[in-house]
């Protein structure tokens, strides 16, 4: 249970945008084994590319490409998770301004720190923007329990803490994942929550999840 200070704003529909957004991803993987990898050319998002304006959409679109079925369902997961919590709390409008935003921005992180060599590398999946909800949620209830595995409870801050940590270091030795990309999410989702904190912040009393 959780104290809720201030005006909530909290949408009397459900988490409508968060399920939607798992099921156009969900749409979008089929698609791709149906059409084939070709498909990645067209709709990834290529560091080279990034300010090209015909392929402007590749910033939107990616977000909802995935490489495999584990790299989607551990996003989707999470958005199910995460998402559904934030939309609830804060109400579609917001939460789907930290989900794109994170997202996009996340393209920025790895435009960024992708090499020189990589810039003809596609980068693909929502993490960019999961990762932002998680930093949203990790400042507006660092203390809310994450069971990991459904038996190991972790608090929200700890859970954030780690997976940066995985990935700052990940930088030391590529490994085909966009790190970059998911610390600019993080990192956006952190503003957000920072600025929200005053008016959607959770006060612990008893934290399950």
Do not use: C
């Not at 290529?46 to 959409?57: E, Q, T």
């Not at 939107?60 to 995460?82: E, G, P, Q, R, V």
């Not at 935003?101 to 590398?121: C, D, K, R």
């Not at 972790?154 to 940590?165: E, F, N, S």
Request: hydrophobic letters at 55%; charged letters at 10%; glycine letters at 12%.
């Amino acid at each position: 249970m959780y104290k809720i200070r201030g005006n909530n704003g909290r949408s009397n529909n459900g988490p409508r945008w968060s399920l939607i957004l798992i099921g156009l991803s969900i749409v979008t993987f089929l698609l791709q084994l149906i059409v084939g990898p070709n498909i990645w050319v067209y709709f990834a998002f290529f560091p080279k590319d990034a300010v090209n304006p015909l392929w402007i959409f590749r910033w939107l679109t990616s977000m909802f490409m995935h490489a495999n079925f584990d790299h989607l369902f551990s996003n989707m997961i999470a958005l199910f998770f995460f998402g559904t919590f934030l939309e609830r709390l804060l109400g579609k409008y917001r939460f789907i301004t930290i989900y794109f935003s994170a997202g996009i921005v996340g393209s920025i992180g790895y435009l960024i720190t992708a090499s020189i060599s990589a810039s003809n590398i596609p980068a693909i999946g929502a993490s960019g923007a999961v990762y932002g909800l998680l930093g949203t949620l990790t400042v507006l209830a660092p203390f809310m329990s994450v069971y990991i595995w459904g038996i190991l409870p972790v608090p929200m801050i700890v859970l954030a803490g780690i997976y940066a940590i995985v990935d700052i270091t990940g930088f030391a030795q590529p490994d085909g994942i966009a790190h970059g990309a998911h610390i600019a999410g993080m990192l956006v989702g952190i503003a957000f929550g920072l600025y929200l904190k005053p008016f959607f912040g959770l006060q612990k009393r008893k934290v399950t999840f």
